[in-house]
């Protein structure tokens, strides 16, 4: 698998295809939610819900949940 550039930009969220679940878990992250939270909500393990936080950020091409946040709630 090729590795996206250290310079890379975040790609636009919609132009992005997130699965559904993935979806509920960034939702819930943009509320300002943790991980455990998150879990609780959705019904999901704390193990899941940090495997889907980690397959948005490499989809977005983005490192962390504030930046997750900032393209998400503007």
Request: aromatic share 2%.
């Amino acid at each position: 698998m090729a590795r996206s550039p250290r310079n890379a930009r975040p790609a636009p969220p919609a132009v992005v295809k997130l699965t559904p679940a993935e979806a509920k878990v960034v939702a819930e992250a943009a509320r300002g939610s943790g991980n455990r939270e998150i879990a609780a909500v959705l019904g999901k393990s704390m193990s899941t819900v940090k495997a889907q936080l980690s397959g948005v950020y490499r989809k977005l091409r983005i490192k962390n949940r504030l930046q997750l946040i900032m393209l998400f709630r503007s």
